[in-house]
């Protein structure tokens, strides 16, 4: 178990670690100057070696990776160009916005996305079930920053019942969680419907159900109890997906959140701050994924960590 | 992939085959209409109708943009800002500009599909390929696909094409190459699956007898098998390569010339939402029409029944 954990923190770590690295290189390979868009078009040469001094961006690219990776170490990954402050504080100031968000999201996306499946599960091929599932094609084709802009316009400027934007009042967390868990049901839905009919459709099933199991008891605890890791799987990682932020829906809504922090952090190509907010995500994606390894044998105690079997 | 064989149908009347000649058995035709695989069958063909329709509803006008008569999506009027729809000939009305909304919608529709054609184009090859050595050859070959695709599933994904895009610079060819790298792990890995059962069948054992090379035994024998699904796949990520792009092109890393694409029409019209609907309602229409009508579309070709090969 121990050995097991370990394991996966080391691999964890080189996820984070390789991510960085990828991050680090594209950032030098491209094409532009972070000196000129930081010390503006009109400065003269002399201010952008300055510049370039201060960041020590004329220093040559192994020499900066070195010096990158001992402030990775440090986890103190230097200045943020347009915030002057330290990158990593910036970065984590914003966190809990995203995670609040993300938290609220994947919570009302499991509270409709579970019972909505195992509906659809238990009458496959009914009008009503046909008419679900294509509400939930609907669901996954909609562009999120589209139905963002379409509740923001309906809920808070026409019927003005919630802030149209940032995060003031908790009232303000409803429409960002809403556009996010649209599509996050309609995928997690249809999964949960798939898994279900496969289990319904399974032997072991026949049998309860000719031995006399109520019905609820075979939905709820033969069959979901038998879809529950991937189904948890599933939501684990939109989780941690949504940690990475969920850009287009803070974009939409102004979310103070890591989201909107890293178009801007591009905008500007402010260096540590692109770095220090994949760092810091990467790190906790990471963690989440880690987090839903362990709770495995919870939910099905046929797993033991560290075995074949979820190696 | 599941086949789920139970159907809620009434007890003695297997939901099958139906006769042929009148036989003694109890199943009328009745029974057989509405026997599980029957509605499957027909959820299944409204699915492929319904979804053509709307695919094609989308695409013809965006193929035929130039041959229709609209004026230059990129002709500014300032005379006519912002006229509602049906006003002076625009069917969708003008934005700020007053460049006409139906026009720029269909020419920007042109990049957008472009660009989700290629980039499908591109990240199926790259699946195929890549999730087929791996299943067949196995060994280090496998290890080193399978340890990519992890590694990539556990990248922020939206961010990393952001980075990316931002630092080349938003032209066409970097963000059919991005959204292609974002979406080959899922045509891969379901190939490499796929792969895995077909080469212990023992078609393969016979080429492998017959002294063909191991290529040659994954090209000609074990891809033309496992193509057809996997090219089902491929269709429904052409529906999610569209709402990447617009995604993208939306937080302003989209394509600028020759047109705007629907993320940026969309996002140009945001300010003017309490004044003009128009402006972000339609284009946003036209691109969920489209992405039902694909995703429909590949929904209604997995779910359909197999048909039998003819002679076999």
């Known amino acids: 178990m121990t050995n097991y954990i370990l394991k996966r923190l080391g691999q964890g770590l080189l996820t984070v670690f390789l991510t960085v690295s990828t991050v680090f290189i594209l950032i030098r390979m491209a094409p532009g100057d972070p000196a000129v868009s930081y010390a503006g078009p009109l400065a003269t040469t002399e201010q952008l070696d300055a510049v370039r001094e201060q960041f020590g961006l004329n220093k040559p690219v192994l020499e900066q990776y070195w010096i990158f990776l001992q402030q990775l170490f440090t986890g103190n990954l230097g200045q943020s160009y347009s915030f002057q402050a330290p990158a990593m504080v910036v970065v984590a100031e914003r966190m809990p916005y995203t995670l609040t968000l993300a938290t609220a999201a994947i919570l009302l996306t499991a509270v409709v996305a579970i019972p909505l499946g195992v509906w659809m599960s238990r009458r496959p091929d009914t009008g009503r079930e046909f008419g679900v599932n294509v509400l939930t094609i609907a669901g996954q084709s909609m562009p999120d920053f589209w139905t963002g802009i379409m509740l923001l316009t309906g809920f808070a400027v026409l019927i003005p019942i919630f802030p149209a934007s940032g995060f003031a009042t908790w009232g303000g967390l409803v429409l960002p969680t809403i556009t996010i868990a649209i599509l996050q049901i309609a995928l997690i839905s249809r999964m949960v419907r798939r898994e279900m009919t496969a289990n319904f459709a399974a032997p072991y099933l026949t049998v309860a159900r000719s031995r006399g199991v109520r019905n609820s008891m075979l939905t709820w605890r033969y069959a979901m109890g038998n879809s529950a890791i991937p189904v948890f799987t599933a939501l684990g990682t939109r989780f941690a997906a949504m940690l990475n932020g969920v850009v287009v829906v803070e974009v939409v809504f102004a979310w103070p959140g890591v989201g909107s922090l890293i178009v801007r952090a591009l905008e500007t190509r402010d260096y540590p701050l692109i770095q220090a907010t994949v760092l810091l995500t990467a790190l906790l994606a990471v963690g989440v994924q880690l987090l839903i390894d362990l709770a495995y044998p919870l939910l099905d105690p046929r797993v033991r960590l560290g075995k074949a079997a979820t190696a | ?312």
Not at chain 2, 216 to 241: D, F, G, M, R
């Open chain 2, 1 to 312: 992939m599941s086949l789920d064989t139970a159907t809620p149908a009434g007890p003695g009347s297997p939901a099958g085959q139906p006769a042929r000649q009148p036989s003694p058995s109890a199943v009328t035709k009745a029974d057989i209409a509405k026997a599980g695989a029957t509605r499957r069958r027909n959820a299944a063909k409204w699915k492929l109708i319904v979804g053509t329709i709307c695919t094609l509803l989308v695409m013809i006008p965006i193929i035929l943009a130039q041959e229709l008569p609209l004026p230059d999506a990129n002709f500014q009027d300032l005379s006519a800002r912002r006229l509602p729809p049906l006003t002076d000939g625009h069917l969708f009305g003008t934005d700020q500009l007053g460049r006409d909304l139906l026009s720029r919608v269909l020419h920007g529709g042109q990049v957008s599909l472009t660009i989700g054609v290629l980039a499908v184009l591109v990240s199926g090859a790259i699946g195929i390929i890549l999730g087929a050595a791996a299943g067949y050859f196995g060994g280090w070959v496998d290890t080193v696909v399978s340890r990519v695709l992890e590694a990539q599933m556990s990248l922020p994904l939206l961010m990393m094409l952001l980075l990316v895009v931002a630092l080349f610079g938003p032209s066409i060819p970097v963000i059919t190459f991005v959204i292609a790298i974002a979406q080959w792990p899922e045509v891969a890995r379901l190939t490499r699956s796929m792969v895995l059962v077909e080469r212990e069948k023992p078609y393969v054992s016979a080429a492998r007898i017959l002294g063909l090379h191991r290529v040659q035994i994954l090209i000609q024998h074990i891809i033309p098998n496992v193509i057809k699904q996997a090219t089902l796949v491929v269709l429904l990520l052409l529906a999610q390569a569209v709402l990447l792009e617009s995604a993208l092109s939306f937080l302003g890393a989209g394509p600028q010339r020759p047109f705007a694409t629907w993320g940026r029409i969309i996002s140009d019209g945001q300010d003017y939402i309490t004044t003009s609907w128009w402006m972000v309602t339609l284009p946003g229409l036209v691109i969920v029409l489209m992405v039902v009508g694909v995703n429909l579309l590949g929904d209604g070709l997995r779910d359909r029944p197999r048909r039998k090969k003819k002679g076999a």
